[in-house]
Nanobody
Framework: QVQLVESGGGLVQAGGSLRLSCAAS????????MGWFRQAPGKERDFVAA????????SYADSVKDRFAISRDNAKNTVYLQMNSLKPEDTAVYYC???????????????????WGQGTQVTVSS
């Protein structure tokens, strides 16, 4: 089993920044990918960013590329999502997820992920 706990959400003005954290516990993480997804009210859960735990290969949605950065701290078993230049359309519940399948490229599909956190709310005011 893998447990994921997100933190760092909140209310921020447009143009501001937030850093989300996802603390993982349970099984070893050497072959996992970690992803961030977000879901706005009435919408699907969409891919935001992902990273391979080993090697650090990353992938981003076009809507956040150049504004968001995903990183990991192997020693702390924690993944981060640095969000800069936030826009009102970034408002959503942000979820952290873990993929248990070894590979090279971190997956972008929500059904590729096996474990999910409870989510953290990010609200960007205009």
């Amino acid at each position: 089993q893998v447990q994921l706990v997100e933190s760092g959400g909140g209310l921020v003005q447009a143009g501001g920044s937030l850093r989300l954290s996802c603390a993982a516990s349970g099984r070893m993480f050497s072959y996992y990918a970690m992803g961030w997804f977000r879901q706005a009210p009435g919408k699907e859960r969409d891919f935001v960013a992902a990273i391979r735990w080993s090697g650090g290969t990353t992938s981003y949605a076009d809507s956040v590329k150049d504004r968001f950065a995903i990183s990991r701290d192997n020693a702390k078993n924690t993944v981060y999502l640095q969000m800069n230049s936030l826009k009102p359309e970034d408002t959503a519940v942000y979820y952290c997820a873990a993929d248990m399948t070894p590979g090279w490229t971190p997956p972008r599909g929500k059904y590729d992920y096996d474990y999910w956190g409870q989510g953290t709310q990010v609200t960007v005011s205009s």
